[in-house]
T-cell receptor, first 113, second 112 residues
Framework: DADVTQTPRNRITKTGKRIMLECSQTKGHDRMYWYRQDPGLGLRLIYYSFDVKDINKGEISDGYSVSRQAQAKFSLSLESAIPNQTALYFC????????????FGPGTRLTVL | QKEVEQDPGPLSVPEGAIVSLNCTYSNSAFQYFMWYRQYSRKGPELLMYTYSSGNKEDGRFTAQVDKSSKYISLFIRDSQPSDSATYLCAMIRTSGTYKYIFGTGTRLKVLA
């Protein structure tokens, strides 16, 4: 079974809808991250969490919110989706003592019409 | 100016060629340097990491860091069609505000 899972894998939604993307991990890592990937812009950090009580904004957090429900679960919400949030979203985890390596999930392809 | 610059490619080479992938950066506070490989429809996976200036070798792959020039490279020897992927450089600053930043990625295609 995959160590980092994301649901859904694909989602098409309409402008103004609320969307939640979920991430679960079985690696036992404390640190979790949400990125979006766009052609020509690469991976950009949306939010990150170093433990259950710690939430930090990344470089592009506007329009997004997160919830760290447990060590193993980190969800990303788009409160009112807009077309420029169409992208590939990745969740990642890392160990607190060796955080140089991040382990990525398979990604969620989100399309906002 | 972006903190990390990476040529997006695409780069097409014949099988067996030596491939050179590069990134430049502007922030001298970056301490760790990584290369990730991302296959189509998959998440990135760590390929190599380095801390200091110099070379690090792992099989057909060599990572090179030149901190004085703020330049990092990944060399792939005897390239194979299975090396076809997008390669992303990444850098970390741990002093002050934590920062983990990726390059935009270079798409590589190795032709059989």
């Amino acid at each position: 079974d995959a160590d980092v899972t994301q649901t859904p894998r694909n989602r098409i939604t309409k402008t103004g809808k609320r969307i939640m993307l979920e991430c679960s991990q079985t690696k036992g890592h404390d640190r979790m991250y949400w990125y979006r990937q766009d052609p020509g812009l690469g991976l950009r950090l949306i939010y990150y969490s170093f433990d259950v009580k710690d939430i930090n904004k990344g470089e592009i957090s506007d329009g997004y919110s997160v919830s760290r429900q447990a060590q193993a679960k980190f969800s990303l919400s788009l409160e009112s989706a807009i077309p420029n949030q169409t992208a590939l979203y990745f969740c990642a985890t890392s160990d607190a003592h060796w955080s140089n390596e991040q382990f990525f999930g398979p990604g969620t392809r989100l399309t906002v019409l | 100016q972006k903190e990390v610059e990476q040529d997006p490619g695409p780069l097409s080479v014949p099988e067996g060629a030596i491939v050179s992938l590069n990134c430049t950066y502007s922030n001298s506070a970056f301490q760790y340097f990584m290369w990730y490989r991302q296959y189509s429809r998959k998440g990135p996976e760590l390929l190599m990491y380095t801390y200091s200036s110099g070379n690090k070798e792992d099989g057909r792959f060599t990572a090179q860091v030149d901190k004085s020039s703020k330049y990092i490279s990944l060399f792939i020897r005897d390239s194979q069609p299975s090396d076809s992927a997008t390669y992303l450089c990444a850098m970390i600053r741990t002093s002050g505000t934590y920062k983990y930043i990726f390059g935009t990625g270079t798409r590589l295609k190795v032709l059989a």
